[in-house]
């Protein structure tokens, strides 16, 4: 069983026991629950459930494992001729969180990612 979510400006397409980077969550702190409940697909072994534009009484539900920072990126400012160069880095942080359980208005999946 699988579901897209949306969070923020994302989308992502989870299943239970997956491991991803959201956007950096300041208020949570590892151990927390993270509940998903924009979810715009959900697909079973049975059937397959498309929101419009969410699917109602269905949420995904994650556990915060800590918070990192994503690789570095360089920006530069530069002008020809002129002796002007400039460098700055940047790391954009992010929450890293585990799927737990997707839930269809009370049904729980109980399948595992094989």
């Known amino acids: 069983m699988y579901a897209v979510i949306e969070d923020g400006s994302h989308q992502y ?14 208020r949570l702190n590892p151990g927390d629950e993270l509940v998903f409940d924009r979810v715009l697909l959900c697909r079973s072994a049975e059937q397959v459930l498309v929101g419009q534009p969410v699917v109602s009484e269905a949420r995904v539900v994650g556990r915060v ?12 400012k530069f002008k020809r001729r002129k002796n002007y160069r400039r460098r700055k ?12 359980a997707i839930e269809l208005g ?6 595992s990612n094989s």
């Open 13 to 26: 397409r989870v299943e239970r026991g997956m491991v991803l980077d959201v956007d950096y969550r300041e």
């Open 106 to 111: 009370g049904a729980v999946s109980q399948e």
């Open 65 to 76: 494992l800590e918070h990192v920072k994503g690789p570095k990126i360089y920006v530069e």
């Open 89 to 100: 880095g940047h790391r954009q942080r992010a929450t890293r969180v585990v799927i737990e």
